[in-house]
């Protein structure tokens, strides 16, 4: 059986050539944090996701700091519990991404994002944007719902992939707990 583009297109990100990626990167890590590009880089991923080459689909590749989220020492006195100065973080990188890019540009909506890179001191994510005021977007029918006016602000309600599965949402595929509780559905019948 022969195989079309996007099967090769995937095939190749999952090794990808590491001198090509290492020298974008190198060139990503100079520019600004966030950029808007022309086209995604991972088209086979983009297209999964919903984007289309039209009118009112945008594409930014935006840089976000690995590590922790450490905070500096104090110095003054405190009791033990306040001295904390690593917090974990309960959101993902790509959510946190998501958000920065949609603080950015706050006329347009997240579709969905996907990773493309990482290096020592950085990971690499391109986002994909939707105008919901372009007449393309409004006229498509497979992306017209991100016109209606409960679809705003996707990002900073965890209501993107990424901050699905941050927020604990996804089915898992053992029998671990799913949020919302059993318990938090029965306590609402009632």
Not at 69 to 81: E, F, L, N, Q
Request: proline fraction near 4%.
């Amino acid at each position: 059986m022969t195989k079309g583009l996007y099967h090769y297109l995937k095939e190749a990100w999952k090794k990808p050539q590491s001198g090509i990626l290492r020298e974008r990167m190198i060139k990503w890590r100079k520019s600004e944090s966030i950029v808007k590009v022309d086209k995604p880089l991972r088209l086979d991923k983009a297209r999964a996701l919903g984007y289309k080459a039209k009118k009112g689909f945008v594409v930014a590749r935006i840089r976000i700091l690995r590590g922790g989220r450490k905070r500096p020492t104090r110095s003054k006195g405190r009791r033990s519990k306040r001295q904390t100065i690593r917090k974990t973080l309960k959101m993902n990188y790509r959510w946190i991404a998501e958000q920065r890019v949609a603080r950015k540009f706050p006329n347009l909506e997240i579709l969905n994002s996907y990773w493309i890179g990482k290096d020592g001191l950085h990971y690499f994510f391109e986002v994909i944007l939707v105008d919901p005021d372009m007449p393309e977007i409004k006229s498509d029918r497979t992306i017209k719902w991100i016109c209606k006016p409960q679809n705003q602000g996707r990002a900073f309600r965890g209501l993107t992939s990424a901050g699905k599965k941050s927020r604990g949402l996804r089915k898992k595929s053992r029998n671990l707990k799913v949020r919302p509780s059993l318990r938090a559905w029965n306590r609402q019948g009632k």
